[in-house]
């Protein structure tokens, strides 16, 4: 028996969007949205009506060195994984071989649909 999809977000986005690499994964069991803003701002919040921070609080100064180590080299994977995909080609753990962490998409899950968005 076929279980109906799960419905994990609803709603309008309160920006413009780049439908063709905006992307989302499931890794360990948690859900991954990555959107690729046409304006490169701070968003008071995603889905309209949801509620708002406030932007001004935000620290945009900090660099990819301040983070210790290990989440500095989960950042360089992501962002290289990420381009990987866009281009097509292999992920690191592909390259290295290795089986990828992130689990298979469950029944009813599917990737985002551009022409929905």
Same mark, same amino acid.
């Given at each position: 028996?076929?279980?109906?999809?799960?419905?994990?977000?609803?709603?309008?986005?309160?920006?413009?969007?780049?439908?063709?690499?905006?992307?989302?994964?499931? $890794?360990?069991?948690?859900?991954?949205?990555?959107?690729?803003?046409?304006?490169?701002?701070?968003?008071?919040?995603?889905?309209?009506?949801?509620?708002?921070?406030?932007? $001004?609080?935000?620290?945009?100064?900090?660099?990819?060195?301040?983070?210790?180590?290990?989440?500095?080299?989960?950042?360089?994977?992501?962002?290289?994984?990420?381009?990987?995909?866009?281009?097509?080609?292999?992920?690191?753990?592909?390259?290295?071989?290795?089986?990828?962490?992130?689990?298979?998409?469950?029944?009813?899950?599917?990737?985002?649909?551009?022409?929905?968005?």
């Amino acid at each position: 028996a076929s279980k109906e999809p799960t419905t994990f977000l609803e709603g309008n986005l309160v920006e413009k969007i780049r439908a063709e690499e905006s992307t989302w994964s499931v $890794e360990g069991g948690v859900v991954i949205v990555t959107l690729d803003k046409l304006k490169q701002t701070f968003w008071k919040t995603v889905i309209e009506g949801d509620e708002e921070i406030d932007t $001004e609080q935000v620290d945009n100064r900090r660099h990819i060195g301040e983070y210790d180590d290990a989440t500095q080299a989960k950042i360089r994977k992501i962002i290289f994984d990420q381009e990987q995909y866009h281009k097509g080609g292999p992920t690191s753990d592909e390259i290295l071989g290795q089986k990828s962490a992130v689990p298979p998409l469950p029944d009813g899950v599917e990737y985002i649909d551009k022409k929905k968005l």
